[in-house]
Structures are given as C-alpha cells and as structure tokens.
C-alpha cells in the first residue's frame, strides 16, 4: 500500500513533542486579528446518521461501508453521531464553546434522494437543513455550507457513475445547487462546491480507499479516471458558481468558493536542486491541478501537462470560457491542511499511474530528521512551519482571503480520560494557530478564519470509528457528548489572543 493509500489506517505511536529528533516546538500564543473568525467543520455522512431516515436515498458511502468483506475498518456511518436526531444539542453545543461560525456539509440523497435533475424533492430533508440553519443563525453562528463532501447519491452512481461523466454530473450538480441555493440561501452568505476534489479524484478513484474505492485491483483504469473525476469537480464547480453570481448573488449577497486540500512538502535532501524542484512540483500536482483553473482561470499548469500528456483531459472551448468567466467570482480560498511531508525526486521514469509529478513522499529527510511528531494517524505529523509556509505559497499564488476551513489531528490517547485531557490535540492547534499569526503579520497573508476539525469524534471514512478528530468526545455507544479540554482551549485561546491586535494587512 502506498503511504497515501494508508493514510485512513490509525497508527500506535506515541507522540512526544520534545523528541529525540530534535523537534521541540512550544506553543507562543501569538494574536490573531481582531476580526478572526473561529469555528468547527463536520461533514454530513460522518456525524449525521439517520441512514434511511424520512426519506433520505442511498450515497455511495451508505454503500461503500456495508460492503463485504469490510473496506471500512467493519465500521459503517449507519448511526455514527446520531445528529439528525441531536441536531439541536450540538448547536447548543457549539453555542457554549463561543464559536463564530460553523462549517457543514448538505447530504445530497437526503434532499434529492436519487439525485438526478428530474427527481423528486425530498421536503423532510430540506425541512432538517432548515432548521439546523435557523437554529444556528439564532445562536448568531455563521453557517458555512459545503454541497459536496463526498457522498454521491448511488442513483447518479449507477446511471453514469458520477464523477465519470462530466457532462451528465454538471447538470445534476447544477440543479442540486440551484435547490440549496434558492431553499438555504436566504440565510447562508458563503457556500463551498467541492470538499476536497483531490481525495475524491486520488483517493476514489486510483488507490480505492474511498467510496466507490475504484482502482488497479477492482479493474478500473486508475491511469485516466482519476483527471477525469477532477475535470468533472472543476468544470461543475465554475459552472455552479456562475450560477450563484447570475441568479442568487444579486438578492441573496453571499460568498462561494471551493475547499482545496493540501500538505506542504520539503525537499527531501535541501542541498540537491532536484528534490527542491520535486517538492515545488508536488505541491503544484497537489493544489495548482485545481487551483489554477479554478482561481486563475487558466488550463492545468504546465508542469502536469508534461508528465501526463494526453492523460490529462483538454478543457473544450465552451469550458474554458467558463473556467475564465468564473475564476474572479470565487471570493476566498478554502483551505484544508493538516501536515508536511518531504518530497524526493524519484530517479527512474514515472509510472504509468503516477499522480505525484514522480516523487516519493516521507516523512524522514536525507538526514534522518522527521518532519514532526507523529499524531493518532501516521500520515499526520505536526509541523507547523510548513503551515506557515502553504499559507504564503497559496497567498502568493492565487491572491485571495483565505479561510482555514480544516484544520487537526487525532490525539494519541484515546482513552476516555486521557482523551478528554487532550494535551497533544491542545498543543497542536496551539502551534498551528501561532502559525497562521506568522504567517498574516510576518508574511502579510490574508487569513480571515478557522474551523477546527472536528465539532466532534466522528466516523473518519475507512478508518471508521478508531482515529477521534474531535474536540468534543463522543461515546459511541450512549452517544453523549463530552467538550474535551482542547474545545476549552481554543474558546479560550481565541477570547485572548484576538484582544486589541488589528489586522495590518
Ligand atoms: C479531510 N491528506 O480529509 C476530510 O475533509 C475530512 O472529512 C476528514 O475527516 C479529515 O480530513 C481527516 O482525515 C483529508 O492526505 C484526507 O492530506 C486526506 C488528507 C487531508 C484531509
């Protein structure tokens, strides 16, 4: 399994901030603008539950995390959180914690449960947005509303397998916006199209450990689905953005833009010019194949299209038109980020389903010095220097207001008790907060925001229910809810640092 390919696979390190490798990083408190927003971010299939409830149709994770032998840790999202039901507790929740905003995503079957253009509304869904929205906007908490994290309606799945078909996917995906635009839009001012279009392109469809886990083994050709499941999330993402400018912005005076995730990569050995070369172009395989088209309007940069030539989908010209017309509408940059990695140049010719621009990942420079302590997941080591200096490269690049809209990691101990006193999670966010004042008041990056991943320990896809993201507990078999000591550290930390310290840039 490739280190991607494991990443959803839980690790058993304990983690030690002073390690022996030298890695000593204390949390300086640093401020934050006066203006900084905080929040925390959830997705629908991972806390909602209620799986077939009041008419909700099936997603591919409903099928995905039943299938047999288990590709999801035996584990399933039938239940998980149980929010559907508790919806009300966790906004008084979230009340109690002082938070400025929250990040959710809209499960598509439950408002359109076969998804298609032509199907039915389902009102008892919409009904539950609703409500969660109006309880929200009473507790003066901002909604920020992802349409799509991850959880295809399998309708759309078994007509033309989604994200394959670009032209059938838009036109679907046009009409479910146009739906949560016009039902929610009257109370919601930014929006968020795709959740991560990287993950569901590598992760979906090469390597297979996400719903529908297409790749080599399961007989998928792994070396073109993936750019194609990419162009579909990018062409459908400026086509619905138009959409918003055109028909909803005027009256509703909103915000929308798309969540890109990335590492920040290092060279693998500082002193060779081709593992400096190799971590620029990571992170443009990473973050330019979307960021591009998506923010400057333009074609995949030209470093993709050398290595995977007519692997690459052409944009048509009545796309790249689009894609132009629509770059300048995105009002922010949405940034998932959660670890470094170093980058090295790999000798030999890429493989044929390369996806990283030919490099190897680790986690270990040429000198043997790790890239930080290791968290509850293996690929998640905290090293908030290269937070900083993502936020710099995104700022540089694209030239827009960025919100962090993931940010965390699992601690190590899951132990009720020792997860509850969650020093490394406090820690964490901590330093990554340090960080981003770095990087606004050092760097001048705009920064206008921050969403702890995650409200709550949550079904974490195929890892099921072992890696806990949350900064408030969950006890999954009575389903209580208990705020960790990094849910009182961050309202805390962000009623002090963000005192008296006006943004100057
Ligand atoms: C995000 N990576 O996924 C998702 O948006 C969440 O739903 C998920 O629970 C969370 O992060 C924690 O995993 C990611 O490889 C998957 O950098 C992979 C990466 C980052 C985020």
């Known amino acids: 399994m490739s280190q991607e390919a494991s990443m959803f696979a839980a690790a058993s390190v304990v983690a030690n ?34 799986a077939t409830q009041d008419g909700k149709g099936m997603s591919i994770w409903d099928t995905y995390a039943h299938l047999k032998p288990s590709r999801t840790n035996g584990e399933n999202a039938d239940i998980t959180c149980d929010h559907y039901n508790r919806m009300p507790e966790d906004v008084e929740l979230m009340a109690s914690l002082d938070v400025d905003v929250y990040r959710f995503s809209i499960a598509w079957s439950r408002v359109v449960p076969l998804g298609g253009r032509n199907d039915p509304v389902n009102e008892k869904g919409i009904a539950f947005y609703n409500e969660l929205i109006d309880r929200l906007v009473a507790r003066n908490i901002e909604p920020v509303v ?51 279009p ?5 992760f979906a469809h090469l390597n297979g450990t996400l719903a529908p886990g297409r790749c080599r083994e399961a007989g998928t050709d792994v070396k073109t689905e993936p750019w194609r499941v990419g162009h579909t999330a990018i062409v459908s993402h400026a086509a619905v953005v138009e959409i918003y400018a055109e028909e909803f912005r005027p009256s509703q005076h909103g915000e929308i833009s798309i969540v890109l995730n990335g590492h920040f990569y290092e060279p693998y050995d500082a002193n060779k010019q081709a593992d400096i070369d190799a971590a620029e172009r990571r992170l443009i395989f990473y973050i330019g194949w979307f960021g591009d088209p998506v923010f400057l309007g333009k074609d995949y940069p030209a470093e993709m299209r050398s290595y995977l030539g007519a ?45 990283t621009g030919n490099i190897e990942e680790s986690s270990v420079d040429s000198e043997g010095k790790e890239i930080g302590p290791v968290s509850g997941l293996g690929w998640l080591r905290v090293a908030p220097e290269g937070f900083r200096k993502l936020l710099k490269w995104v ?90 000591n990094s849910a009182y550290y961050l309202r805390d930390t962000f009623k002090s640092r963000r005192k008296a310290s006006p943004r100057d840039v």
């Open 17 to 50: 901030y002073n390690s022996p490798t030298g890695h000593d990083l204390l949390v300086e408190e640093l401020p934050l603008p006066a203006d900084f927003a905080w929040g925390t971010a959830t997705a629908a299939y991972q806390i909602e539950g209620g």
């Open 146 to 196: 992802t349409l799509y994290h991850w959880d295809a309606p399998q309708a759309i799945y078994d007509r033309y397998e989604a994200f394959l078909n670009t032209e059938e996917f838009r036109a679907d995906f046009e009409r479910y916006a146009r739906l949560c635009f016009s039902r929610f839009g009257s109370r919601v001012k930014k929006w968020v199209t795709f959740n991560e």
């Open 198 to 202: 990287y993950i569901i392109s590598i």
């Open 311 to 355: 692997r690459l989908p052409e944009f048509t010209p009545e796309e790249r038109n689009l894609i132009r017309r629509a770059a300048h509408i995105n009002a922010f940059y949405g940034m998932n980020h959660y670890s470094t990695k170093y980058a090295r140049a790999l000798p030999r010719p890429p493989a044929d389903d390369d996806w």
């Open 395 to 484: 700022w540089k690049r694209y030239h827009l207001p960025i919100i962090v809209t993931e940010n965390g990691c699992p601690s190590t101990d899951t132990e009720m008790e020792k997860a509850v006193d969650d020093k490394f999670r406090q820690r964490y966010f901590g330093l990554y907060l340090d960080a981003i004042s770095h990087a606004i008041y050092e760097d001048g990056v705009k920064v206008l925001g921050y969403c702890a991943w995650s409200l709550m320990d949550n079904y974490e896809w195929s890892a099921g229910y072992g890696p806990r993201f949350g900064i408030v507990h969950v006890d999954f078999e009575s389903l209580k809810r208990t705020p960790k």
